[in-house]
């Protein structure tokens, strides 16, 4: 049963509730006319007293015809129409016919019958309406020769009869077309409601909606996962992004400038956000659209590196030339014997310079022709260990290495051979920078499962001095160093190998020392 048909259903019972209620209350007023005793000369002749027993029968029915159980709609209502057409021209006749005004009654059973009988029928019931006053005009005027001018006012009425069946099926014609019309043009609303929910909740665009006091109203999955606030509708914007309403504000006292990016939170993206004014419901509201420009960042980037290693491959050579003369003979100078202390220095300082350029441009070497990452299924308890225990016996003294994992088995896809270079890379690090603390550097491996996404999680820990906050944002850009011997694209590089096999690199802080942590990817979900 379709949801029109069930509409359609429910409106003819409130129409037909509706005649029911019209039926008892005109009931209900013949029966106050001959209770009040209005008219005492009609209620001595035989007319009136059959007028008022017919007017007890037609409160009756009507009252009796609320109760009854529905059977065939459209038999029901013709039979109700006919009884009351019948009942109404009874009535009509004993109060003295036409000029009485009870056909006027008629009329507007015919019309109301007409509103719930489909086609022919309603104008049959019209037809039967005329029959019936002419035929009382003409029974009257047999009896009473004086009313025989009566049958102008019962044609009249007839004819009205046949005009307001004819007008009342051509209104709701209109009227059902026009619903249909409606309602098909409400589904196509709805669809379109829908679809459009749909795409915000699948966009990757942030699309945020503040009302004329900046209180936000709407917010799509995007935006909340990108201002990292998963209640962002029903919160205060302006203590869940103040860096978002710094930019609106500054948008607001010039819109032709653009805005900054913005990163709401420290392990979020970085975002560019722009504004639209609209007007909704008559109030100034502001779109606002945002925009994830990390991967846009780094594709950038990538494309930055690739260039500078295709450039850096042509003229290796060339480079390296003049760099392998220079450095031959920086040695060579610190072999004389005729050099004092202050040049054989000066000699040594060549040399770090020398190999330090060397290091630059095998690393850049390595960005523009890195190979293909080759995932492989790893027992990650045990690769750990084995890199743990290969990894102690290139360790100097005080330099230790721990290893702490969960039981159980933790599994992953992972090309090994680029999972060593990460590792290699960030257990340096952390031994570099606990050193400078303690004097001995320190490194613990956290093998475990993350309790919410049940992926593989690996945590490379030191108990140095950490990284600080206003170089956490730049901590994986290339060419970014707090070491003055550093080349600022280990950890970029890192990164970049973490992702090429669908994990991830991050940095997390902690109130003493550094925490590099690598998530892994589902070994089943990796493709």
Not at 100 to 114: D, E, F, K
Not at 170 to 199: F, G, M, P, W
Request: aromatic residues 6%; glycine residues 6%; charged residues 20%.
């Amino acid at each position: 049963m379709s949801a029109d048909f069930l509409h359609h259903n429910l409106q003819d019972n409130r129409i037909l509730r509706l005649y029911h209620y019209y039926r008892v209350i005109v009931g209900l007023v013949f029966i106050l006319l001959i209770s009040t005793n209005l008219d005492d000369n009609l209620l001595k002749v035989t007319e009136g007293k059959n007028f008022v027993i017919s007017s007890w029968i037609y409160l009756a029915s009507n009252i009796l015809a609320i109760f009854l159980p529905p059977l065939n709609k459209q038999k029901q209502i013709f039979t109700l129409a006919l009884i009351d057409i019948g009942l109404l021209t009874y009535l009509m006749y004993s109060a003295g016919g036409t000029p009485s005004g009870i056909g006027n009654l008629i009329i507007i059973t015919v019309s109301i019958a007409n509103i719930l009988l489909v086609g022919r029928i309603g104008i049959l019931l019209a037809a039967l309406a005329t029959l019936a006053l002419i035929y009382a005009t003409a029974y009257r005027s047999l009896s009473l020769p004086t009313e025989a001018n009566q049958y102008v006012q019962a044609g009249g009425l007839g004819a009205l009869c046949f005009a307001a069946a004819f007008l009342v099926q051509s209104l709701v014609s209109r009227l059902s077309k026009s619903q249909t019309l409606a309602e098909e043009r409400a589904h196509v609303v709805a669809d379109l409601e829908n679809l459009n929910a749909l795409i915000l909740d699948r966009m990757r665009t942030g699309i945020l909606v503040l009302d004329a006091r900046l209180a936000p109203i709407l917010a799509n999955p995007a935006a909340r996962e990108l201002l990292g606030h998963p209640e962002l509708d029903t919160g205060n914007l302006n203590d869940q992004c103040p860096d978002l309403m710094e930019r609106l504000n500054q948008w607001e006292r010039n819109r032709t400038l653009r805005p900054a990016p913005i990163q709401a939170f420290s392990e979020g993206p970085l975002i560019q956000p722009s504004f639209v004014p609209i007007q909704r419901s008559g109030k100034q509201h502001t779109l606002i659209f945002l925009e994830n420009i990390s991967r846009i960042a780094q594709q950038a980037q990538q494309l930055k590196l690739a260039s500078l290693g295709r450039l850096t491959a042509g003229i290796a050579h060339e480079i390296r030339n003049p760099l392998g003369a220079i450095s031959h003979a920086a040695q060579l100078l610190q072999e004389s014997e005729a050099l004092d202390q202050n040049d054989l220095r000066l000699a040594q300082i060549i040399q770090d310079h020398s190999r330090r350029m060397n290091i630059i441009i095998e690393n850049v070497l390595q960005l523009s022709r890195r190979r293909q990452a080759e995932p492989q299924l790893l027992d990650l308890k045990y690769w750990v260990h084995r890199f743990a225990g290969e990894f102690r016996t290139t360790l100097r003294e005080q330099q230790f290495v721990y290893v702490q994992t969960t039981s159980g088995t933790i599994q992953t896809r992972m090309d090994p051979s680029q999972l060593t270079q990460v590792l290699t890379n960030l257990v340096q690090n952390g031994l570099r920078h606990s050193s400078k603390v303690h004097g001995k550097g320190q490194v613990w491996l956290d093998l475990f499962r993350d309790p919410d996404s049940d992926l593989p999680i690996l945590d490379v820990i030191d108990d140095g001095p950490g990284v600080p906050e206003d170089q956490i944002t730049n901590l994986f850009e290339p060419f970014f160093t707090t070491e003055s011997k550093g080349t600022g694209l280990g950890l970029y590089i890192s990164r970049e190998l973490c992702e090429s096999n669908q994990a991830r690199l991050d940095y997390r802080q902690q109130e003493q020392g550094g925490c590099f942590r690598v998530t892994f990817a589902h070994p089943r979900k990796l493709s």
